[in-house]
């Protein structure tokens, strides 16, 4: 029986019989270091496998959720109203949520539990701040809306391939309705809308004054911020996401359609997201080569909020809101939002008022242009700080993962900067319906980048049954999801 230079015996075949060892009265294998592979080992290892191909019916069940995106009908069922995209939820949601608890969407995150704790809070708190009868359909949909879109999401989304096809299908959807927006944007006509209203009924048409001598473009979705909002996520994918010579031209395409589509809306959310895009995309060109280029980035925003503290007889938020805005009209309105709409979330901190109806000089629209005040007014401090932490912490998972593949950090920074820009932007507007659920399942699509670029999870390193664990805090925390 051959045996090693270090003394160990090897099996018939070849390999090395694994050590053993007494532990407490028991003999345990310990294992054998894997032996030093050789230059000719390297040369003759087989070329890494080729990128995950996408199951046929994964494709067609994300083809058809961003499909229902552009689908501007509604169906009654009872007293309950249903677009396509809440039927989809409606549909997929328990089988979404059983293939997440049996593990089939990877490893259960952080931000899987916040997710689940801001719509179970969002529920509860519809029930116990309104009566049963009112409590069920607005309960039911924002269940829906977030963790159906979330989950949907996290099991459909799991590698670089279904998110090319996520935001592909989206850019193709933005591009075939682009001229039906402009000539909206010209006369003002809603083609879409007219021609959905052949086939049933649909949303409401929303008119608006014009800026800038132009109508403000709703497309397919109830206002024009929505469609603003929903298309500038759309920005940073197309200009990240498809390398190579073919990516090349639909980058060169595709973002300026993008770009055309948003400004349809006239949305001030819309430009401010596309603007923080853009920065970040040139501050990446102008320090790539610098590493802390981030930090740097971080801590001169910091540096600027604090002088504009210092040094203007205005709060930083005011003047943010101030240069964001379209006019000083929309800029003093949605202050006083800010103003009267933070003093009635401190009403009920903790539950929310569970209604849109808030407290507000009468001169004021009812309309709360602020989605995480509008989150907090409606569910409470903790709805707000559960949906923000899923956010945050999703950001800073992606952002801790260092690849080697240009194209994985490509994607990344994509993601990473349309989840910001959108944070951001949303101070200065509000999001509900078809651009909350498209927020949400995004969410659940990009969790997977928080892993390895083929979407596999990493796989626990090995304990050396030698010597005791030094695992640190950190490292316990990433195996939780942190």
């Known amino acids: 029986m051959p045996v090693l230079a270090d003394g160990r015996v090897t099996m018939r075949g ?28 390297e040369r003759s290892a087989p070329a890494s496998a080729p990128a995950p191909q996408l199951a046929g019916r994964t494709k067609v069940a994300i083809l058809l959720f961003v499909s229902t995106l552009f689908v501007p009908s509604i169906f009654f069922v009872g007293p309950v109203v249903l677009t396509p995209t809440l039927l989809y939820l409606a549909l997929g949601f328990i089988p979404s949520l059983a293939l997440w608890i049996a593990g089939r969407a990877g490893a259960r995150t952080a931000t899987d539990t916040l997710v689940l704790a801001f ?99 709703q497309g397919v979705f109830e206002h024009p911020i929505l469609l603003g909002m929903f298309v500038a996520t759309l920005l940073s994918p197309v200009i990240f996401m498809f390398d190579g010579t073919e990516g090349r031209w639909k980058r060169w395409l595709a973002a300026p359609l993008v770009v055309l589509a948003a400004m349809t809306s006239l949305s ?18 102008a320090l790539r080569s610098v590493e802390k280029r981030w930090t740097i980035l971080i801590w001169l925003v910091v540096i600027l909020y604090v002088t504009a503290d210092l040094l203007s007889n205005r709060t930083p938020f005011h003047l943010f809101v101030d240069y964001a805005t379209f006019s000083a009209q929309s800029s003093y309105n949605r202050i006083l939002i800010w103003q009267f709409g933070s003093a009635a979330v401190m009403d009920a901190p903790l539950f929310g ?12 629209h009812a309309s ?17 700080l559960f949906l923000a932490a899923a956010f945050f912490l999703t950001i800073w998972r992606i952002t801790r993962y260092k690849h080697d593949d240009q194209q994985g950090r490509d994607m990344r920074l994509a993601v990473i900067f349309s989840l910001v820009a ?58 939780l999801g942190f």
């Open 14 to 41: 070849g390999s090395p019989r694994a050590k053993v060892a007494v532990r407490h009265g028991r003999l345990v294998r310990v294992p054998v270091p894997a032996p030093p592979i050789s230059a000719s080992d």
């Open 119 to 217: 719509a179970g809070w969002a529920f509860l708190t519809r029930l116990i701040l309104l009566d049963v009868g009112e409590a069920l359909e607005p309960a039911g949909v924002i269940l829906l809306q977030t963790a159906g879109a979330y989950f949907a999401g996290r099991v459909l989304v799991q590698n670089a391939a279904a998110t090319r096809l996520v935001f592909g299908t989206a850019v193709i959807g933005v591009a075939l309705m682009l001229p039906f927006l402009l000539w909206e944007s010209l006369t003002g006509t809603k083609s879409l809308l007219n021609a959905a209203a052949v086939f049933g009924k649909t949303l409401v048409p929303t008119q608006m004054d014009p800026r800038w001598g132009f109508q403000r473009s």
């Open 268 to 285: 001030t959310g819309a430009l401010l997201s596309m603007n923080i895009q853009f920065g970040l995309t040139l501050w990446n060109a």
């Open 353 to 364: 008022h569970g209604t849109d109806d808030w407290e507000r000089p009468a001169f004021m």
């Open 368 to 384: 709360m242009d602020n989605f995480w005040l509008v989150i907090a007014y409606r569910y409470g401090l903790p709805g707000f």
């Open 422 to 479: 959108t944070m951001i932007a949303a101070v200065s507007v509000h999001l509900w319906n078809n651009s909350y659920i498209w927020l949400m399942f995004m969410l659940g699509a990009v969790a997977w980048m928080a892993r390895t670029d083929d979407g596999e999870a990493k796989t626990p390193p090995v304990v050396d049954e030698e010597h005791p664990s030094t695992e640190s805090r950190h490292a316990r925390l990433r195996r």
